[in-house]
């Protein structure tokens, strides 16, 4: 096994990890779904919706059309094989992982029961109707709970009550699960409502857990540095640095050098080293591929900040930005926005990177054009705002909008 990787191997062989590079399978059903989800350990979940859910995205850009129905059911299902926790931000899991976090449901139990938040301590009794509540009705949405509690909301949904602060402290710490979504809004469980006994009364030692996770990590990365690991499943590094030796230990992964790379490199056994890679794709701004900044830059020259909280005036690129990545390259970023009203898929601003030539448009309209088609979007427009825009417009064959 060689010692040393190039940076386009490492960058090859972390795309094909993440399943680019494969041929896409001419119809998406469950076993497709279910090999890939195997394959990612983890989608993560995010509110927006400009374009779409970000974790139907992820997806979208490996296996092409797919029916976001059947990742619903996949995914959101009472009793189904995926779960929802904080396993990087809120993401969904394999249920049978869910007791690998049972360590860090304690880290927040401990966290909880001291000087970091009060709150939970003051409301202990909020706590125990909650329970009651979901042992006498079964699983409930917040908003379910909170009309029964006689407690109207009081603003946005960042701005939750007493009800929504409960669960949440309940669900980080175990004490409720996930018993899936409607309507992007979370169901809240006891687990025996919802896991079977073998997954919500199994206990895993700590180190045993992130060494379990690690290797998940190393798998989905391909090749990746100490900190590549630990971010994927947010672990901190006193944790996954003695689980990363012992994976070197018992030869799952392979330290190496990637010139250019100021830390060592680790390579999972199992990674495959193509000679290329053919793909077109737009990534989500939470794509395991891009969502580590750090790795993002070093890997791919990608200096990415999503600007969702930026004030309006002070973006530089745009809302919601997705990376474009083209073979084994990200080559640029496109704000996209779903009018759902009019059925267009807008381009509110497309950027090319540094040295990529006009002509990778070709390659990027393709894939625009089966985004507005997977979302039952009529028409496309661009904005003639950003240094592909007027590319990609004249590839559509349509003159760019006006700022």
């Known amino acids: 096994m060689a010692d040393t990787i190039s940076p386009a191997a490492a960058r090859r062989i972390a795309l094909a990890a993440q399943g680019f590079g494969r041929p896409r399978p001419d119809a998406v059903g469950t076993r497709q779904l279910n090999l890939l989800l195997e394959r990612l350990g983890l989608l993560q979940l995010d509110s927006v919706n400009v374009l779409e859910r970000s974790h139907y995205l992820p997806v979208f850009a490996r296996l092409g059309s797919y029916d976001k129905a059947l990742l619903d059911r996949l995914t959101f299902a009472r009793r189904g094989p995926y779960r929802e926790y904080w396993a990087?931000?809120?993401?969904?899991?394999?249920?049978?992982?869910?007791?690998?976090?049972?360590?860090?449901?304690?880290?927040?139990?401990?966290?909880?029961?001291?000087?970091?938040?009060?709150?939970?301590?003051?409301?202990?009794?909020?706590?125990?109707?909650?329970?009651?509540?979901?042992?006498?009705?079964?699983?409930?949405?917040?908003?379910?709970?909170?009309?029964?509690?006689?407690?109207?909301?009081?603003?946005?949904?960042?701005?939750?009550?007493?009800?929504?602060?409960?669960?949440?402290?309940?669900?980080?710490?175990?004490?409720?699960?996930?018993?899936?979504?409607?309507?992007?809004?979370?169901?809240?469980?006891?687990?025996?409502?919802?896991?079977?006994p073998a997954v919500h009364t199994r206990e895993v030692p700590r180190a045993e857990a992130v060494h379990a996770l690690m290797e998940r990590s190393a798998r989905a990365h391909g090749i990746g540095t100490l900190s590549d690991l630990a971010d994927y499943y947010r672990l901190k590094t006193v944790d996954a640095k003695p689980a990363l030796q012992r994976l070197v230990d018992e030869g799952v992964v392979h330290e190496v050098t990637v010139p250019g790379w100021r830390k060592p490199a680790y390579l999972h056994r199992d990674a495959r080293i193509p000679r290329r890679i053919e793909a077109a794709a737009l990534l989500s701004p939470f794509d395991p591929v891009v969502w580590e900044r750090e790795r993002a830059l070093r890997m791919f020259g990608f200096h990415y900040r999503i600007e969702i909280y930026t004030p309006?005036?002070?973006?530089?690129?745009?809302?919601y930005t997705l990376p474009v990545l083209v073979d084994e390259a990200l080559v640029g970023r496109i704000d996209l926005k779903n009018d759902r009203q009019r059925g267009v898929l807008r381009v509110q601003s497309a950027w090319r990177e540094d040295g990529v030539p006009d002509a990778v448009a070709e390659r990027v309209v393709p894939a625009l054009r089966e985004l507005a088609a997977w979302q039952n979007l009529g028409g496309l427009e661009v904005v003639d705002r950003g240094t592909l825009a007027r590319s990609l417009a004249a590839e559509f064959n349509t003159p760019p909008l006006p700022l």
């Open 88 to 196: 990087h931000e809120a993401a969904l899991i394999p249920t049978s992982d869910w007791p690998l976090f049972r360590w860090r449901m304690d880290d927040y139990r401990a966290y909880f029961a001291g000087d970091g938040d009060p709150w939970l301590a003051a409301h202990a009794d909020t706590l125990a109707w909650l329970r009651a509540e979901l042992a006498e009705k079964g699983p409930l949405p917040a908003s379910a709970i909170e009309r029964d509690a006689n407690a109207p909301r009081r603003g946005s949904w960042w701005e939750w009550d007493e009800v929504k602060r409960g669960l949440e402290r309940m669900f980080r710490v175990g004490e409720v699960v996930s018993g899936g979504r409607t309507r992007f809004e979370r169901i809240y469980a006891l687990p025996e409502q919802v896991l079977d």
């Open 312 to 319: 309006a005036p002070k973006r530089r690129y745009g809302y």
